[in-house]
């Protein structure tokens, strides 16, 4: 069980509630623009139907697990952090209907990352969250200074620091999870989460081709800038030093 760490918890949950209810203050109902390309477009409405799909989990496991920790605090920040989640969902769901395209139903790189983060418990969840965080914040970050559509760029920089505080989050539960493991279990679990890191930006590369190539985005770039954040999250981590919402206290 984690210890309780209620005053911290209840931060994230009062920063979790600020966030709501933010959908009618992003440009939406802007008049659509024709900043991009067609090949621009139909590249960056696969990616949007690729993150609607993956963000618009229910995070049932996770919610039980979060239940399973006795944090009434803790339990609430998960359940306002799976939302806000699905509130990019949600988003990524607005920009495809200004595109007139479709969402999927389904896709196997979010079988695959459902999957993984089903192998253990809590700590295997929250660590296959945190690089899926990490991938899509550099992502996101690429995308709001390369695309040339002012509203798709707003939503994505406003995602991008939403993923930037997921990070603090979730950096502060998984520090105090690793707080008394031995460096040889830490060891263990460093490269098994690298490699799981490693695999995400792999299939990110791969399924996101197009959106790389026709929004000249550097693979090398991406891949070097998430593992050296996933350096920067572990050595923070290691230190089971917890972050608060640091990222609304600077707005
Ligand atoms: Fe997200
Ligand atoms: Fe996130």
Redesign the pocket.
């Known amino acids: 069980m984690l210890e309780s760490t209620t005053s911290l918890a209840q931060d994230w949950v009062a920063y979790f509630q600020s966030n709501a209810n933010r959908a009618g203050r992003l440009p939406f109902l802007a008049p659509r623009e024709s900043a991009l390309s067609l090949a621009q477009e139909a590249a960056l409405v696969r990616t949007l139907q690729r993150f609607n799909l993956g963000?618009s989990g229910e995070g049932s496991y996770l919610k039980r697990f979060a239940a399973r920790t006795g944090d009434a605090a803790y339990r609430e920040a998960i359940d306002l952090f799976i939302a806000?989640?699905q509130a990019?969902s949600h988003w990524f769901g607005l920009l495809l209907k200004r595109f007139d395209a479709a969402t999927l139903n389904s896709h196997w790189s979010d079988a695959l990352f459902t999957r993984a983060r089903r192998l253990g418990g809590l700590h295997v969840e929250l660590v296959t969250f945190l690089a899926a965080?990490i991938v899509?914040q550099k992502f996101f970050g690429l995308m709001a200074k390369a695309c040339a559509d002012t509203v798709v760029a707003t939503v994505f920089g406003q995602?991008v620091r939403?993923?930037s505080a997921?990070i603090a989050f979730h950096i502060g539960t998984l520090g105090r999870a690793f707080a008394g493991h031995s460096a040889a279990r830490r060891w263990r679990w460093f490269w098994s989460w690298k490699l799981l890191l490693a695999v995400a930006i792999a299939i990110v590369c791969w399924d996101q081709k197009a959106v790389f190539r026709e929004f000249d985005l550097s693979r090398r770039d991406f891949s070097r800038s998430c593992l050296l954040t996933f350096e920067l999250v572990t050595q923070r981590i290691w230190t089971g030093r917890p972050i608060g919402p640091i990222i609304r206290r600077r707005r």
């Open positions: 963000e806000e989640e990019h965080e899509g995602v939403d993923e997921h």
